[in-house]
């Protein structure tokens, strides 16, 4: 068995695991539920007993909502293998098409155009922070959302700068990222696609936007506020 196989395996097998555990978890659930509401309909009762079966109601209801959460996590190890492969094999420009692409399947879009600056806002943060992770990891620390938004704020960017879309700092922020140049923001065909480029410059290929600065300075705002900064790790 090779090793893309083994963690198939693997995976398939943690899967199934945790659905077990759910499924179980929601049968037990149902089963108080059902006792808590015939406790509350009935006057004879004692509340002491009621308030019993309401705890251990409460307590089954925070284990299946982790479950839950451990299954979404899992299934989502799927959804990242494509990128995780291309940065481990250093392909730079593919994994920052796919970085594109899996933000915008996040949001239930299926191309960054349909993606707008309003939803940025309510972007998930756990999966800025998987992808964040994922290029940092393999970068050696020298890519990722994390770094851009840490570099902003050196440049003196904050929560502030981007509700009024202060284009100063903006500017300074890309020529530092090797994305501006010669006072003209440079295309991604003429970035550097390897770990020779400046701290910070991939993804890069996100922040080309229709929606131009507002997006920019959107995303810099969701990152603020997803804690989203490599210095505070």
């Known amino acids: 068995m090779n090793e893309l196989e083994n963690h198939t395996h693997n995976l398939s097998s943690q899967l199934f695991e945790i659905q077990q555990q759910l499924n179980e978890l929601r ?3 149902s089963e108080v ?31 299946l909502s982790a479950i ?12 990242y293998r494509p990128l995780r492969d291309m940065l481990a094999a250093e392909k730079w420009e593919e994994a920052d098409k796919e970085t594109t692409r899996l933000i915008a399947d996040i949001a239930g879009h299926e191309d960054l155009e349909e993606f707008r600056p309003d939803q940025v806002q309510h972007f998930p943060c756990v999966h800025l922070q998987v992808i964040d992770n994922l290029w940092l990891n393999y970068s050696k620390e020298r890519f990722g959302f994390s770094i851009q938004v840490r570099i902003y704020q050196e440049e003196g960017g904050n929560i502030e700068t981007t509700i009024e879309q202060d284009s100063d700092i903006i500017r300074r922020w890309g020529k530092r990222l090797g994305w501006r140049a010669e006072n003209r923001w440079r295309k991604c065909e003429e970035l550097d696609w390897t770990l020779n480029a400046p701290i910070g410059c991939h993804p890069s290929r996100w922040w080309n936007s229709p929606f131009g600065s507002k997006m ?10 997803c ?5 505070n790790r």
């Open 27 to 29: 049968s037990r659930l």
């Open 33 to 63: 539920q059902l006792i808590v509401k015939k406790n509350s309909e009935s006057f004879n009762k004692q509340s002491t007993t009621i308030e019993g079966e309401s705890k251990q109601n409460s307590k089954l209801s925070e284990q």
């Open 68 to 79: 839950e959460n451990n299954l979404s996590l899992v299934s989502d190890v799927v959804r």
């Open 216 to 225: 920019t300075n959107y995303f810099l705002a969701r990152l603020i506020n």
């Open 227 to 231: 804690e989203l900064n490599s210095g």
